[in-house]
Nanobody, 125 residues
Framework: QVQLVESGGGLVQAGGSLRLSCAAS????????MGWFRQAPGKERELVST????????HYADSVKGRFTISRDNAKNTVYLQMNSLKPEDTAVYYC??????????????????WGQGTQVTVSS
């Protein structure tokens, strides 16, 4: 089992920044690729970004490319999502997820084994 706890969400004005954190506990953190997903009201949960076990490989949704940066610190068992130039359409609940496929860049929800409870991000215009 892997437990994931997100933090760092909140209310921010358009153009602002937030940094989300996801602290993992349970099994060896570096055995997992990590991803950030988000779900807006009435919409499907979508992949925002993912990172391989070493941090060497990353992937971003087109909608956040150039504005968001994913990173991880395996010594701290934590993955981060730095979000800059936020837009109202970034408003959603953001979820951290762990995939038991550390050498891959899992792009779909079904490739992830563990999920956090989510943290709300609200961007006002």
């Amino acid at each position: 089992q892997v437990q994931l706890v997100e933090s760092g969400g909140g209310l921010v004005q358009a153009g602002g920044s937030l940094r989300l954190s996801c602290a993992a506990s349970g099994r060896t953190f570096s055995n997992y690729a990590m991803g950030w997903f988000r779900q807006a009201p009435g919409k499907e949960r979508e992949l925002v970004s993912t990172i391989s076990w070493s941090g060497s490989y990353t992937h971003y949704a087109d909608s956040v490319k150039g504005r968001f940066t994913i990173s991880r610190d395996n010594a701290k068992n934590t993955v981060y999502l730095q979000m800059n130039s936020l837009k109202p359409e970034d408003t959603a609940v953001y979820y951290c997820a762990a995939s038991g496929l550390p050498f891959e860049i899992p792009l779909t929800r079904d490739r992830y084994d563990y999920w956090g409870q989510g943290t709300q991000v609200t961007v006002s215009s």
